[in-house]
């Protein structure tokens, strides 16, 4: 668990600099810097459990998050592996009204299986 731990710190430096530069061109349809860099950590430990050896480790986690956040705020994709109970870094205002429902159920629901 720790190798685990101190491997995903090692590239704090990707998660930092996609956080900035997203923020800089989409804060406006964002609810946090705090909520977008979490999402970007999330996507940097499904990349790097993706990663099959191939190549250069950093440059595929460096596309992966790049494509996959563009994904995200470009084409309203949910993340990576994130399919029962999605989440987003975008303001409600911004989520797609085909997603809204299965959103607000998410966020708003009283915690009762219907």
């Not at 860099?37 to 992966?64: A, C, K, P, S």
């Not at 029962?84 to 409600?92: D, N, Q, S, V, Y």
Request: net charge negative.
């Amino acid at each position: 668990m720790n190798q685990w731990h101190n491997k995903v710190l090692s590239y704090k430096h990707l998660v930092r600099r996609w956080t900035a530069y997203f923020w800089g061109i989409n804060k406006a349809f964002l609810y946090s810097y705090e909520d977008l860099e979490q999402t970007i950590w999330y996507i940097l430990m499904v990349g790097l459990q993706e990663f099959d050896g191939r190549g250069d480790e950093e440059q595929f986690l460096n596309w992966y998050i790049r494509n996959k956040v563009v994904s995200i705020m470009m084409y309203g994709k949910k993340p990576p592996k994130c399919t029962h109970l999605p989440f987003t870094p975008i303001r409600f205002d911004y989520v797609s009204p085909d997603e809204l429902a299965e959103v607000n159920e998410l966020f708003y629901s009283d915690g009762e299986d219907d």
